[in-house]
């Protein structure tokens, strides 16, 4: 009796634990938060189990299945009523059979990329056709033409979510998304799409999302999706993109340009939102010598666009002036001259990439401007951060240093600019000077002077402001006066000196310096000031130390969290402070060599047994020391040998003589 009892309670216990799913990858039951009843929601995977065919036998009750990475070809009829997310996506799939979805009344996600969809377009768009409670399609790189989209688009009232990536896509037309009206999100990028026809996306009133990038198109000239919020239109051939005037409010908040040939700014509709413009790698400023000239055509081209035969006035200022942004990339593109006007209008625009154009100068060229004492001084009263690299600039106005109210972070690398010296007067300074006044910059934390061919920072070059981050790296014949970092000695916790064939380096008591870089020099020695510093990082590779000073690694061990000292010349037996260093992480300890008198050693393999190797060298040393001695006795007695004899002999010679 209590054996069939037992086997009784086993069973039961079995029962209730049995699997959700018999086969793949099992998931656990998920538990809605708050909820007081716990609702399953069953997923199973059999993602790359190099399946040919759908496994039979699937539990009725699935809501998630992941059947991508296979080799399926053939799509049956799916009894799975709950089932809500279907992947498919990287298999073999060229036969969908006209009612394998019939029984997916729940479905809502429908992962289809990466397949063959283009070769029975009856039979597969008759199956996608069923299912019209579709949230989310994706039906990427599966070499759809315009109407095999068409026809995969028919009943999709509900879809959110649309993606058709890397397909055959040439032209959009009207009748695209008839059938899909609720659309936010659309995907149609890597497609050869070189045209969109009138009243294509106008219907879709809740689109926020359109991405088509890397397509054929070529110009925008009558940009009307108001409902948007992000677009992206890189890497096209986009040459011009207008807006026409109107007073609607648009909602476009990103607007992606880059990889395009646009030859002008764009002309962005008159009350917008847009807070990202990214216009890197085009034509900008190419075939135009000054701001004036590029204004002028700008608007010359909107007015024929748009038809207009009243006078020509300034579309683009007149729209730019009324944009919220905050960030604009126009790195990348052929500019002579900085369009300070233009950009001036900003006056919310807190990031601005300008590097790799062709400036050279940045001159003060302002309309309405003379050296009168009414001078057309302009400012950007929001620029924090303003990259200007790789564009060979010589000159920099300082006016347009005193425009920069608040910068923050100046890129200036790959350059030739040089910081002013000390002794250059505000007068001197207002001037055409060749250099750059820094220390006007009172706001500055961030400054990179990475490769200008700087050969001399002097006394106070960087005084008034409030520098934490200073790159000086590459600067072949750097010399810097010993007193040039006084003025940000309070707070710079970065310095990179690297790579500036410096061999003395003289500092100042940095008192919130944490990391230092100053490897590929020449240095023998490190400043003793750095006992100011709570350095954290120190690089010193490549140069030619042979010792470090015992009580300076003493004091930094403190604060030190790794330090780089491989490449240099370091003497094995005058080495204490490597066992200071142990507890530091040092990356490159398995590269660091040091020397003794007989041969060089891993410094991690010198460090297992550091006594014998310089007890060795120091018997040696003994040694010689002792020979040393002897030959030193053995010469002084030769010595007075020789002098007792010469008196002897002149005594004699002189007894001789007496005679």
């Not at 009612?99 to 199956?127: E, H, W, Y």
Request: overall charge neutral; glycine content about 4%.
């Amino acid at each position: 009796m209590a054996g069939h009892m037992f086997s009784s309670l086993l069973l039961l216990w079995s029962v209730s634990h049995e699997p959700l799913i018999t086969g793949g990858t099992y998931f656990a039951a998920e538990v809605s938060p708050g909820s007081t009843q716990s609702k399953a929601l069953k997923k199973q995977s059999w993602s790359k189990q190099n399946l040919f065919t759908v496994p039979a036998d699937l539990d009725v009750t699935l809501r998630s299945l992941d059947l991508s990475n296979n080799f399926i070809r053939q799509l049956p009829t799916l009894a799975l009523p709950d089932l809500e997310q279907l992947d498919l996506s990287s298999n073999r799939l060229d036969l969908i059979s006209e009612g394998a979805f019939q029984d997916l009344a729940r479905l809502k996600n429908l992962n289809l990329s990466r397949n063959q969809l283009n070769i029975n377009l009856g039979s597969n768009s008759k199956a996608l056709g069923s299912l019209g409670r579709l949230k989310s399609l994706d039906v990427s790189k599966n070499g759809l033409s315009n109407d095999a989209a068409e026809l995969f688009l028919k009943n999709k009232p509900t879809l959110d979510h649309l993606k058709m990536t890397g397909n055959a896509l040439i032209r959009l037309s009207h009748s695209l998304f008839r059938e899909s009206g609720s659309l936010k999100t659309i995907t149609v990028d890597d497609n050869l799409i070189s045209e969109i026809a009138e009243g294509t996306f106008e219907p879709l009133k809740q689109l926020e999302t359109l991405n088509l990038a890397m397509n054929n198109l070529a110009h925008i000239c009558d940009f009307k999706l108001s409902q948007l919020k992000y677009l992206n239109l890189s890497r096209n051939s986009v040459e011009f993109f207008v807006t026409r005037e109107d007073y609607q409010l648009y909602s476009l908040e990103i607007l992606d340009l880059s990889y395009n040939k646009l030859l002008y700014f764009p002309i962005v509709p008159k009350m917008n939102q847009l807070k990202y413009l990214h216009l890197q790698n085009n034509a900008l400023g190419g075939y135009v010598n000054s701001e004036a000239a590029m204004v002028s055509e700008i608007n010359a081209l909107y007015n024929e666009i748009v038809k207009n035969r009243r006078a020509i006035k300034n579309s683009l200022h007149a729209n730019w002036r009324l944009m919220p942004l905050v960030y604009i990339d126009l790195s990348f593109n052929h500019f002579t001259f900085f369009p300070l006007e233009t950009l001036n209008l900003l006056s919310s625009v807190e990031t601005l990439h300008f590097s790799n154009n062709c400036l050279q100068n940045i001159h003060w060229n302002i309309r309405n401007y003379n050296d009168s004492r009414h001078a057309r001084q302009l400012f950007f009263h929001s620029l924090k951060h303003l990259n200007l690299q790789s564009n060979g600039l010589v000159y920099i106005s300082p006016r347009f240093i005193k425009a920069l109210t608040q910068i923050e972070t100046l890129n200036l690398q790959d350059n030739s600019v040089q910081p002013c010296a000390e002794n250059f007067s505000r007068q001197q300074i207002s001037l055409k000077a060749p250099c750059a006044a820094f220390g006007q910059m009172t706001t500055l934390k961030h400054l990179n002077l990475r490769e200008n061919g700087i050969k001399l920072v002097t006394q106070n070059s960087l005084q008034r402001n409030s520098l934490t981050y200073l790159n000086l790296r590459g600067n072949r014949h750097l010399v810097m006066h010993e007193r040039a970092l006084e003025g940000v000695q309070s707070t710079l916790q970065t310095l990179i000196i690297s790579e500036t064939n410096m061999s003395d380096l003289t500092l100042p008591c940095l008192t919130a310096l944490t990391e230092l870089n100053m490897s590929n020099n020449n240095l023998y020695r490190m400043p003793s000031s750095l006992s100011c510093s709570p350095l954290k990082a120190i690089d010193i590779r490549n140069n030619k130390f042979k010792t470090l000073n015992h009580s300076l690694i003493q004091h930094l061990s403190k604060n030190l969290a790794v330090m780089f000292i491989s490449g240099n010349q370091f003497d094995c037996c005058n080495s204490e402070w490597m066992s200071i260093l142990k507890e530091t992480h040092l990356p490159d300890i398995n590269e660091t060599e040091c020397f003794t008198h007989k041969r060089n050693f891993l410094v991690a393999e010198y460090l297992k047994s550091p006594s014998l190797y310089c007890l060795l060298h120091s018997e040696a040393q003994g040694v010689h020391f002792g020979q040393m001695i002897i030959i030193v006795f053995f010469l002084s007695l030769l010595l007075t040998g020789l002098i007792v004899f010469s008196r002897k002999f002149c005594c004699t010679q002189g007894s001789l003589c007496d005679i």
